[in-house]
Protein backbone atom coordinates (compact mmCIF):
# COMPACT_ATOMS: atom_id res chain seq x y z
CA UNK A 1 0.00 0.00 0.00
CA UNK A 2 1.53 3.23 -0.86
CA UNK A 3 1.57 6.99 1.11
CA UNK A 4 -1.72 8.09 -0.71
CA UNK A 5 -3.44 5.15 -0.15
CA UNK A 6 -2.50 5.16 3.68
CA UNK A 7 -3.40 8.97 4.22
CA UNK A 8 -6.84 8.21 2.46
CA UNK A 9 -7.20 5.23 4.55
CA UNK A 10 -6.40 7.05 7.56
CA UNK A 11 -8.98 9.79 6.62
CA UNK A 12 -11.59 7.62 5.75
CA UNK A 13 -11.36 5.85 9.27
CA UNK A 14 -11.06 8.72 10.92
CA UNK A 15 -14.42 10.13 9.16
CA UNK A 16 -15.95 6.86 10.51
CA UNK A 17 -14.75 7.57 13.46
CA UNK A 18 -16.02 11.06 13.81
CA UNK A 19 -19.59 9.97 12.42
CA UNK A 20 -19.65 7.59 15.21
CA UNK A 21 -18.76 9.48 18.33
CA UNK A 22 -20.99 12.17 17.10
CA UNK A 23 -24.07 10.19 16.79
CA UNK A 24 -26.89 11.56 19.01
CA UNK A 25 -27.05 9.05 22.69
CA UNK A 26 -30.35 8.91 23.21
CA UNK A 27 -28.91 7.84 26.69
CA UNK A 28 -28.26 11.23 28.11
CA UNK A 29 -30.43 12.79 30.58
CA UNK A 30 -31.84 16.39 30.83
CA UNK A 31 -29.42 17.02 33.47
CA UNK A 32 -26.36 18.59 31.62
CA UNK A 33 -24.48 21.48 33.28
CA UNK A 34 -24.06 24.84 31.06
CA UNK A 35 -20.78 24.02 29.68
CA UNK A 36 -21.87 20.67 28.46
CA UNK A 37 -25.56 22.49 26.90
CA UNK A 38 -22.94 25.00 25.21
CA UNK A 39 -20.64 21.89 24.14
CA UNK A 40 -23.76 20.03 22.72
CA UNK A 41 -24.96 23.00 20.69
CA UNK A 42 -21.36 23.63 19.30
CA UNK A 43 -21.38 19.70 18.29
CA UNK A 44 -24.85 19.99 16.12
CA UNK A 45 -23.33 23.29 14.83
CA UNK A 46 -20.13 21.37 13.09
CA UNK A 47 -19.64 19.54 9.90
CA UNK A 48 -18.47 15.86 9.36
CA UNK A 49 -15.65 17.76 7.98
CA UNK A 50 -15.54 20.29 10.65
CA UNK A 51 -15.25 17.50 13.53
CA UNK A 52 -12.51 15.65 11.69
CA UNK A 53 -10.35 19.05 10.89
CA UNK A 54 -10.56 18.94 14.54
CA UNK A 55 -9.00 15.55 15.46
CA UNK A 56 -6.25 16.94 12.73
CA UNK A 57 -2.60 17.93 14.38
CA UNK A 58 -0.28 19.73 12.28
CA UNK A 59 2.92 20.99 12.66
CA UNK A 60 3.72 24.78 13.18
CA UNK A 61 6.02 24.65 10.26
CA UNK A 62 2.74 23.47 7.89
CA UNK A 63 1.80 27.70 8.05
CA UNK A 64 5.13 28.63 7.82
CA UNK A 65 6.37 31.46 5.11
CA UNK A 66 8.89 29.89 2.43
CA UNK A 67 10.90 27.15 2.92
CA UNK A 68 11.05 26.64 6.95
CA UNK A 69 14.21 24.07 7.02
CA UNK A 70 16.28 26.15 5.14
CA UNK A 71 15.85 29.03 7.89
CA UNK A 72 17.42 29.40 11.29
CA UNK A 73 16.49 32.70 13.13
CA UNK A 74 12.81 33.12 12.56
CA UNK A 75 9.36 31.90 11.72
CA UNK A 76 6.84 34.41 9.65
CA UNK A 77 3.40 32.53 9.48
CA UNK A 78 1.77 32.68 5.86
CA UNK A 79 -1.82 33.49 5.48
CA UNK A 80 -2.78 31.92 2.99
CA UNK A 81 -1.71 28.29 3.99
CA UNK A 82 -3.94 29.20 7.61
CA UNK A 83 -6.70 30.10 5.47
CA UNK A 84 -6.24 26.60 3.90
CA UNK A 85 -5.32 24.54 6.91
CA UNK A 86 -7.17 26.57 9.39
CA UNK A 87 -10.03 27.38 8.19
CA UNK A 88 -10.86 25.58 4.85
CA UNK A 89 -9.27 22.39 6.26
CA UNK A 90 -10.93 22.86 9.73
CA UNK A 91 -7.43 21.90 11.50
CA UNK A 92 -7.77 21.60 15.00
CA UNK A 93 -4.06 21.65 16.89
CA UNK A 94 -0.80 22.45 16.20
CA UNK A 95 2.09 21.42 17.51
CA UNK A 96 5.92 22.27 17.76
CA UNK A 97 8.72 21.15 15.12
CA UNK A 98 11.74 23.53 14.20
CA UNK A 99 15.34 23.63 13.55
CA UNK A 100 15.86 26.05 16.25
CA UNK A 101 14.32 26.69 19.98
CA UNK A 102 12.37 30.03 19.95
CA UNK A 103 12.39 32.39 22.44
CA UNK A 104 9.82 32.53 24.94
CA UNK A 105 8.11 35.35 23.16
CA UNK A 106 8.28 34.43 19.64
CA UNK A 107 6.44 31.61 20.97
CA UNK A 108 3.44 33.88 22.31
CA UNK A 109 3.35 35.82 19.26
CA UNK A 110 3.14 32.74 16.79
CA UNK A 111 0.57 31.39 19.01
CA UNK A 112 -1.32 34.46 19.52
CA UNK A 113 -1.24 35.06 15.83
CA UNK A 114 -2.89 31.41 14.89
CA UNK A 115 -5.30 32.09 17.58
CA UNK A 116 -6.51 35.36 16.36
CA UNK A 117 -6.24 34.59 13.11
CA UNK A 118 -8.60 31.45 14.11
CA UNK A 119 -11.09 33.43 16.15
CA UNK A 120 -11.51 36.44 13.59
CA UNK A 121 -11.79 34.50 10.47
CA UNK A 122 -13.52 30.80 11.46
CA UNK A 123 -17.15 30.19 11.56
CA UNK A 124 -17.47 28.55 14.91
CA UNK A 125 -14.42 30.33 16.78
CA UNK A 126 -13.14 27.15 18.13
CA UNK A 127 -9.59 27.87 19.43
CA UNK A 128 -6.74 25.85 18.17
CA UNK A 129 -5.10 23.59 20.39
CA UNK A 130 -1.00 24.53 20.57
CA UNK A 131 0.90 21.99 21.72
CA UNK A 132 4.63 20.96 22.58
CA UNK A 133 6.67 18.18 23.04
CA UNK A 134 8.49 18.77 26.30
CA UNK A 135 10.08 15.52 26.60
CA UNK A 136 13.36 16.65 27.66
CA UNK A 137 11.55 19.66 29.42
CA UNK A 138 10.92 22.87 27.58
CA UNK A 139 13.47 21.99 25.05
CA UNK A 140 11.97 23.82 22.25
CA UNK A 141 12.09 27.30 24.40
CA UNK A 142 15.48 29.15 24.21
CA UNK A 143 16.76 29.42 27.92
CA UNK A 144 14.86 26.61 29.07
CA UNK A 145 15.60 23.74 31.36
CA UNK A 146 16.93 20.75 29.89
CA UNK A 147 16.04 17.04 31.36
CA UNK A 148 16.64 13.66 31.15
CA UNK A 149 13.82 12.07 29.68
CA UNK A 150 11.55 9.68 31.71
CA UNK A 151 12.84 6.30 31.28
CA UNK A 152 16.28 7.78 32.78
CA UNK A 153 14.49 10.14 35.45
CA UNK A 154 12.21 7.12 36.21
CA UNK A 155 15.49 4.81 36.56
CA UNK A 156 16.58 7.02 39.37
CA UNK A 157 13.85 5.99 42.01
CA UNK A 158 13.40 9.47 42.75
CA UNK A 159 9.76 10.56 42.53
CA UNK A 160 10.42 13.91 44.20
CA UNK A 161 12.83 14.37 41.00
CA UNK A 162 10.16 13.83 38.33
CA UNK A 163 8.04 16.02 40.29
CA UNK A 164 10.59 18.42 40.65
CA UNK A 165 11.19 17.56 36.37
CA UNK A 166 7.25 18.17 36.02
CA UNK A 167 6.93 21.39 37.96
CA UNK A 168 10.26 23.47 35.80
CA UNK A 169 8.88 21.85 32.46
CA UNK A 170 5.31 23.33 33.38
CA UNK A 171 6.52 26.59 34.57
CA UNK A 172 8.56 26.88 31.47
CA UNK A 173 5.96 25.99 28.91
CA UNK A 174 3.17 28.59 30.29
CA UNK A 175 5.99 31.31 29.79
CA UNK A 176 6.12 30.42 26.48
CA UNK A 177 2.25 30.53 26.11
CA UNK A 178 1.98 27.04 25.53
CA UNK A 179 -1.24 25.77 27.28
CA UNK A 180 -0.88 21.51 26.30
CA UNK A 181 2.16 19.45 27.01
CA UNK A 182 2.91 16.03 25.24
CA UNK A 183 5.31 14.81 27.91
CA UNK A 184 6.11 14.72 30.26
CA UNK A 185 3.83 11.96 31.41
CA UNK A 186 3.79 9.12 34.11
CA UNK A 187 2.64 5.71 33.21
CA UNK A 188 2.75 2.61 34.33
CA UNK A 189 4.06 -0.60 31.73
CA UNK A 190 1.84 -3.53 31.85
Not at 13 to 24: D, M, Q
Not at 174 to 190: C, D, E, Q
Amino acid sequence: MNTIEKIKNLGIFILIVTAVVSCENTNRGTDLSVEDKEVEALLQKMTLEEKAGQMTNISLMALAKGDFWMRRDTVELDTAKMNELLLKKHVGSVQNLGTYPFKPAEWRKNIAQIQNYILEKSRLKIPVIYGIDAVHGANYSAGSTLFPQQLALAATWNPALAETTVAITSHEIKASGIPWNYTPLLAVST
